[in-house]
């Protein structure tokens, strides 16, 4: 139902480059976000019980969930009533803010304000262009992004994703690659943060299941890991 939910809610019509196809997120979202909206709303109920309430029905919906996130694009509509839609990676309220390619591969560059503009431009050889008139405020890039994105698009494809980001990271303007699945899980601070783990398993074939571990970091009651995935029906007699 998830594919479903992602259409009927809203989110795909904002998914997707401007001329392509409605596109769904990668991974099932509105299913995982309506069991974080689930999950919390145990956590409020149980703590009203403690604070002498009583126990109460929960009542959840996929569809609910899903027109709850639409948070930006959602109030962009319920602000001015109009319909909003697909942009591809850019941003709907601030420019340049989306995915532009280098000689190599591809990088994200989300400059959040005219500081951070001026920087990019004079690291990118391009200081003409915080004189434009189609690109001085925010407001200006947004009303022209299509020029901008080109203009940097032409700039950007002139050098590596690493000169950009080791550039642009001493200027402090906001980038970063666009990482693989593999990439992700090879990253040093992913990998301090311990978001892979491992746990035994019979069904492994090697004693043990690799597993995605949990952002949550406590300091007085960390997260412990102590039951891998279950087995088909391990726990059919037990319950």
């Not at 951070?116 to 022209?144: G, H, I, M, P």
């Amino acid at each position: 139902y998830d594919f479903m939910i992602q259409a009927m809610g809203g989110i795909m019509s904002v998914t997707g480059e401007p001329d392509g196809a409605p596109m769904k997120v990668g991974v099932g979202i509105a299913d995982v976000m309506c069991g974080m909206y689930a999950a919390i709303s145990i956590l409020a109920a149980v703590r009203h019980c403690e604070q002498g309430g009583k126990g109460q029905h929960i009542d959840l919906s996929l569809l609910d969930s899903q027109a709850s996130w639409l948070i930006n694009s959602g109030l962009n509509y319920l602000t001015s009533r109009q319909d909003q839609h697909r942009l591809g990676n850019a941003h709907p309220n601030v420019v340049p803010y989306q995915v532009f390619q280098t000689s190599d591969s591809f990088f994200v560059l989300a400059v959040g304000n005219n500081k951070q503009f001026k920087k990019f431009c004079e690291f990118a050889d391009a200081s003409e262009l915080t004189d434009d008139a189609r690109f001085r405020t925010n407001k200006d890039r947004v009303d022209n992004r299509y020029e901008l994105a080109e203009m940097i698009n032409d700039l950007t494809k002139r050098f590596s994703t690493s000169y950009w980001l080791d550039g642009l990271e001493k200027l402090h303007v906001p980038c970063g690659p666009v990482n693989t699945i593999k990439d992700v899980f090879d990253d040093p601070q992913i990998q301090h943060r311990e978001m892979e783990i491992s746990m035994p398993h019979p069904l492994s074939g090697k004693g043990e299941v690799n597993l995605i571990g949990s952002p949550v970091k406590m300091s007085e009651t960390p997260v412990s890991y102590r039951n891998a995935p279950p087995t088909l029906g391990q726990h059919t007699d037990e319950i």
